[in-house]
């Protein structure tokens, strides 16, 4: 009898969590896994005929061409210049996405003033729920031409304004100024709640044996987070073919004249889309970003097993 009713108590308990689960479930199913039959478009030439539907269009009126979209992204004259803005920003992002939230959380940690640290966690997270049009619009207010934040005071100190939107050789800076400054609230608050984790008396018995601060967060406060930057670090690997498109995008205006600073996989693959209507092309390239990032994910979580078994993902 009472094993029974603890198997009722279960099952009540179960469809209680399948019921909270299921809306991520159904977010899931629609825009992640439902979408998948867009890969065809990568191995098809497709070509649609008016009154028919997409899946009649992509599966019957579309002839298969193989590797042919993949082979048009290598002979791109533009493909190895965009492969290498792509890295280079991703590299920069992921190295100051784990040094700078993990120097914020580890100086906000040993502040006690509770009001003064909640003030300045959200004036670092507030940028991260802003969307890139905002963004884009608040730079532009600094940086436009006329009226622009930073020429007025260049004209006020005697000196002549700059066409910001016109001088590629200011962005790479302002580009990863303005990403990291958007990004970097998020990963603090990840990096704070693991700190707050670390069992206090460590640090008790630390300042007894006369550890330093600086001590403490090399000894303590650093291999304590091993995991969470372990984490992070394999997760920002797998898209680093990948770029946020709103900054890339939203925030130069697409000016043409920066398209050398500007031009990433996503932008790129926009454009193709949006402009030539290369449906295929484009799938292509996505599904390239998606498969390389997957075989990066899976590298980086092999080698960081290897050196740290207890940080790797699985």
């Not at 930057?229 to 898209?239: E, H, V, Y």
Request: net charge positive; hydrophobic share 50%.
């Amino acid at each position: 009898m009472r094993k029974s009713s603890f198997s009722r108590s279960r099952r009540r308990e179960n469809r209680q969590l399948r019921l909270m689960a299921l809306p991520a479930v159904i977010w899931f199913g629609l825009f992640c896994y439902l979408p998948l039959f867009g890969i065809f478009f990568a191995f098809k030439e497709f070509t649609p005929v008016p009154g028919r539907s997409l899946l009649e269009n992509l599966f019957i009126h579309s002839p298969w061409v193989g590797l042919r979209n993949f082979s048009y992204l290598f002979r791109n004259p533009q493909s190895l210049a965009i492969l290498g803005n792509t890295l280079f920003y991703n590299v920069i992002f992921l190295v100051a996405g784990i040094v700078i939230p993990v120097f914020l959380a580890v100086i906000l940690s040993e502040i006690h003033q509770k009001k003064f640290t909640g003030l300045v966690q959200m004036a670092l997270v507030l940028p991260y729920f802003l969307s890139w049009v905002i963004v884009g619009y608040c730079v532009y207010g600094f940086l436009a031409t006329d009226q622009g934040q930073i020429n007025s005071i260049l004209r006020f100190l005697g000196r002549e304004g700059i066409q910001w939107y016109q001088s590629p050789q200011y962005w790479r800076l302002i580009l990863i100024l303005v990403g990291i400054w958007k990004s970097c609230g998020y990963s603090l608050v990840i990096y704070l709640c693991s700190i707050t984790a670390i069992d206090r008396t460590l640090y008790e018995s630390a300042s007894l044996d006369g550890a330093t601060f600086w001590q403490k967060v090399r000894f303590i406060t650093l291999p304590m987070l091993r995991p969470t930057i372990a984490t992070i670090f394999i997760l920002s690997i797998g898209s680093l073919l990948s770029s946020d498109f709103g900054l890339f995008y939203q925030v130069p205006m697409d000016s043409g004249a920066l398209q050398e600073i500007t031009q990433t996989m996503d932008v790129y693959v926009y454009k193709a889309l949006m402009q030539q209507a290369n449906f295929s092309f484009s799938s292509a390239a996505a599904f390239l970003q998606s498969a390389v990032g997957c075989v990066l994910l899976i590298v980086s979580n092999v080698i960081i097993r290897k050196v740290d078994p207890a940080s790797a993902l699985l």
